[in-house]
């Protein structure tokens, strides 16, 4: 089993909806977790820390999700300019472990 | 701010030469900086982990001698692709962290070809 799993997609959703898709690993240990979104043939960019506690910024919401061992984000409101693919980040032990990311289509 | 820069973004080589790709943090200073290659339609995959002074920490099947990292300071760190060939070929990014919270933020990448 991968330490890090997500569901490869590809998510095609209409403009305006919501979508949420997870992300889960394996190893309780994990300490910081991060969700990037990558474009084609481009960097990965920083989206969002994920907190205990959970957190939200702007029409992203970020939940982590100790006692079942995933992370998860909603995005409210899609926009065309959503469309990429979000990669969940986890870092144990000063290793960084990158999921393979979910591909999001916004259809218009 | 955290912006990074990687340089050259586009290198073409012939097989057996050696390529030097730079990354810079250009407004802050990293304390740790990623290697990371990335295959079409595939994840980062992470190659070595360095901090300024020290000797990288490279991933299991990662060679040293092949990929030499070298952070010289908080805000540059090069790897050098040693007698590259066709499969080094590939996209390389860089990535800086702050701080041990691990937020990274990558440069663009260097897409390699080696002929």
């Known amino acids: 089993r991968k330490e890090v799993e997500q569901d490869p997609g590809p998510f095609n959703v209409p403009e305006g909806a919501t979508v949420a898709f997870n992300c889960t690993y394996s190893?309780?240990?994990?300490?910081?977790f991060f969700w990037y979104r990558q474009d084609c043939r481009k960097e990965p960019k920083l989206l969002m820390s994920v907190y205990s506690s959970g957190n939200e910024d702007g029409r992203f919401t970020a939940q982590l999700n100790r006692a079942s061992q995933y992370i998860s984000l909603l995005i409210r409101d899609s926009k065309l300019s959503d469309s990429a693919t979000y990669l969940c980040v986890v870092n144990r032990d000063d290793k960084i472990i990158f999921g393979k990311g979910t591909r999001l289509h916004i259809l218009p | 701010g955290a912006v990074v820069s990687q340089h050259p973004s586009r290198v073409i080589c012939k097989s057996g030469t050696s390529v030097k790709i730079e990354c810079r943090s250009l407004?802050?200073?990293?304390?740790?900086m990623f290697w990371y290659r990335q295959f079409p339609k595939k994840s980062l995959m992470l190659m070595a982990t360095?901090?300024?002074?020290?000797?990288?920490?490279?991933e299991q099947g990662v060679e040293k001698d092949k990929f030499l990292i070298n952070h010289a300071s908080l805000t540059l760190s090069t790897l050098t692709v040693t007698s590259a060939h066709p499969e080094d070929s590939s996209f390389y990014i860089c990535?800086?962290?702050?701080?041990?919270?691990?937020?990274?933020?990558f440069g663009p990448g260097t897409r390699l070809t080696v002929t």
């Open positions: 360095s901090n300024e002074g020290s000797k990288a920490t490279y």
């Open positions: 990535s800086a962290s702050k701080d041990r919270a691990y937020e990274q933020y």
């Open positions: 407004d802050f200073q990293a304390t740790t």
């Open positions: 190893n309780s240990a994990s300490q910081s």
